[in-house]
């Protein structure tokens, strides 16, 4: 049991390394030890992996689905910070599939099941909004969400998640034509990256620095 769960976060740092072969093989070793010992909480956590290395492989239509089991399974646990972590990462997935007025509702709903103590889930729901907000043509709006997310996770320790929030803020930047500040947070973006192992954030990260005109290498 206890090398079936390591083999799943295995499955999801190799997914980060865009090692998605890999991935899937880890995963699916580890998803027959939870199904043969009955492990419903362990299928549901198998379940979100899997769709987020869909997601990091460029297929978030099939990582929807998986995602969306993990969170509907969590809940019907009544395992509800799980499910609230889950909802979240569902919501920012619909949010590249253009799903903005689904995404916001899920996030608000979502956020009500975590812990109101617990810094992730408020970072996500700011990165949500602040997709929602750029979406609708709210940029400041937008900027100021993702602003709120990077002071948050200035104070922790989440280097990939602190990787993610500066790709965000580089992207929402780009679009308001101040290339030096969006330069220089991909430029942040990809050094938090790089330093995490992430090739899935890296990649965001070198395609607005590539956009504000600095350099990938």
Known sequence: MAQAAIGLEAASTLGQ???FTDANDRL?????VFDELGQERWRAETFKTRGLI?????DPAAGESQVRAAFDLYRARHEL???GLAGLDLALLLCDLGRMDEAETLAKDATKETLSYALEPRIQ???VAAKVAAERGNVDEALQQVAAAERLVETTE???LEADVRADAAELLLLTERR???ERMAADALASAERKGSRVIA???SASLALAGGRTS
Do not use: K
């Open 158 to 160: 989440f280097l990939m």
């Open 28 to 32: 699916a070793s580890s998803e027959a």
């Open 203 to 205: 990649r965001r990260a």
């Open 180 to 182: 030096d500040d969006a």
């Open 17 to 19: 390394l865009e090692r």
């Open 125 to 127: 729901s700011r990165r």
């Open 54 to 58: 869909e997601w990091w492989a460029g």
């Open 81 to 83: 910070a799980d499910a």
